[in-house]
């Protein structure tokens, strides 16, 4: 896969990427991949202070993965600050991890020894039914051609995306062309923000760059980080 064709935009154009809120599973250290875990006390306080940064933004356009964690969260952050209502896009949704789904760090070296050493090597290309990086380089081409056509169709200039910690690595990787191996990896917290700004120079190039990288817009209690993978 070559980078998202940045070139196609109309227009400069802001891309927020925000990773849900501590989840009930997150809180029991559990791998979540797809598995539906609500938002606990903790996540429900870091998507509302999350909101608040969003005020003085002018998000147009708001995305959202269908996971609960995920939908609440963006729920909570856009009647914060009456940003537009989000709207599902299957794209967003975590990766799926096989059968470490829905299990502790103890509970699958039990289970699944040889996997769980492979895991440690290969990550989850070595997992039993997970999502293949072949998969994964599909599932964000096709994310950011939606998000670069959203942002022409209705001339969005600020569009923000609230997704999972696993799959926002590939969305990351996807701007930098390295969609070959899971590592390097990049910190992504409960409620980390990202921004990528991207503009167009002609038909062929284009100026893009991360400039907020997990950004925790957070204080007091909701400062805990308590995340597992999802």
């Known amino acids: 896969m070559s980078k998202p064709q940045f070139s196609r935009l109309a227009h400069e154009t802001e891309f927020y990427f925000l990773r849900h809120g501590n989840s009930e599973a997150n809180s029991a250290g559990i791998y979540q991949g797809r598995h539906n875990s609500a938002l606990s006390a903790l996540g429900r306080e870091q998507a509302s202070q999350t909101g608040g940064w969003f005020a003085e933004h002018e998000i147009t356009r708001v995305f959202c993965s269908p996971l609960i964690r995920a939908a ?6 856009t009647a914060r600050v009456d940003l537009p209502q989000p709207e599902t896009l299957d794209e967003l949704i975590e990766i799926d991890i096989g ?26 290309e070595a997992v039993p039914k997970a999502e293949s990086i072949a998969s994964l380089r599909e599932r964000v081409a096709a994310l950011w051609e939606r998000l670069i056509d959203e942002a022409n169709a209705g001339e969005h200039r600020r ?7 696993g799959f926002m690595q590939w969305i990351v990787k996807a701007t930098f062309g390295t969609l070959d191996h899971w590592l390097p990896l990049v910190k992504i917290s409960n409620c980390g923000i990202f921004r990528y700004r991207a503009k167009p120079v002609d038909a062929e190039h284009a100026y893009g760059i991360w400039d907020i990288f997990n950004h925790r817009a957070l204080n007091g209690s909701a400062e805990a980080d308590l995340s597992r993978l999802g």
């Open 72 to 77: 609440e969260t963006a729920q909570i952050v």
């Open 99 to 124: 059968v470490f789904s829905n299990m502790a760090p103890d509970e699958i070296q039990q289970r699944y020894p040889e996997d769980w050493k492979q895991f440690q090597r290969r990550s989850w």
């Open 159 to 165: 569009i923000l995306c609230v997704s999972h910690g």
